[in-house]
């Protein structure tokens, strides 16, 4: 079975703090994504990585970057936390093969609380 | 621009009753579908897919999913709920170039009443 990894479950930090949230894939997976789950608003994608080293911006990155230094590990980075950024932040990753009908797994998330 | 849309926020069914959880698309180009399932504190799990073939998909758990072109829909269904079924249903739409990336519904929240 395909397992994600969140490095936390639950986060609580201060504004301005530097923030980072990690997520481990254990099936070689070259896709990587970070979402945001807000509700109403379901997941929005932050940043992808379809590679090492390789990284798009998705539908929401502003206050956000990443960083993919190996093929398992995708880090979300909040530069500056701020207390919009509190919220809900899933790590999905898939292998390429079918194109968009690869499944994305999921890790079980992280909830940010930032004061 | 590619979208999808989900009606209904909040439904709330009787165990046993049979359920439908509607999803309209905008995509140009044929649409790779899927439905995910988000169980209370837990990460979200493959229902089912649609990329080609059958427009009838059968899925994990008991559900399935119609895709309709001519409505831009793909509606889960499932004949019996079981009260273990709430949860958050989340429709998505497969875009882009082999990226794998996905746009998301809003979600439906199921409810169960025993």
């Known amino acids: 079975d395909v397992k994600v990894t969140q490095s936390s479950r639950y986060l609580v930090k201060r504004t301005g703090e530097k923030v980072f949230l990690e997520c481990v894939q254990d099936m070689d997976h070259e896709n990587m994504f970070w979402y945001r789950q807000d509700p109403g608003l379901g997941l929005r994608l932050i940043y992808f990585?379809?590679?090492?080293?390789?990284?798009e911006k998705g539908d929401i990155p502003e206050g956000y970057s990443v960083s993919r230094e190996k093929k398992e590990r995708f880090s979300l980075i909040l530069e500056s936390a701020s207390t919009n950024q509190t919220s809900m932040y899933l790590c999905?990753?898939?292998?390429?093969?079918?194109?968009?009908?690869?499944?994305?797994?999921f890790g079980p998330g992280t909830r940010l609380t930032v004061l | 621009a590619q979208s999808v849309t989900q009606p209904d926020i909040h439904i709330t069914v009787s165990e046993g009753a049979s359920l439908e959880l509607r999803c309209n698309y905008s995509y140009g180009a044929t649409p790779y579908l899927f439905w995910y399932v988000q169980s209370p504190g837990q990460g979200l799990q493959l229902l089912l897919k649609?990329?080609?073939?059958?427009?009838l998909v059968q899925g994990i758990k008991g559900f399935e999913a119609e895709f309709k072109r001519s409505q831009s829909s793909f509606n889960l269904r499932k004949p019996s709920v079981h009260w273990s079924d709430a949860a958050e249903y989340f429709c998505?739409?497969?875009?882009?170039?082999?990226?794998?990336?996905?746009?998301f519904g809003q979600g439906t929240t199921l409810q169960v009443k025993p």
């Open positions: 649609y990329f080609s073939g059958d427009t």
């Open positions: 990585s379809y590679d090492v080293k390789m990284k």
């Open positions: 998505a739409v497969g875009v882009g170039s082999n990226t794998g990336k996905l746009i």
């Open positions: 999905a990753s898939s292998l390429t093969g079918q194109g968009n009908a690869d499944t994305q797994y």
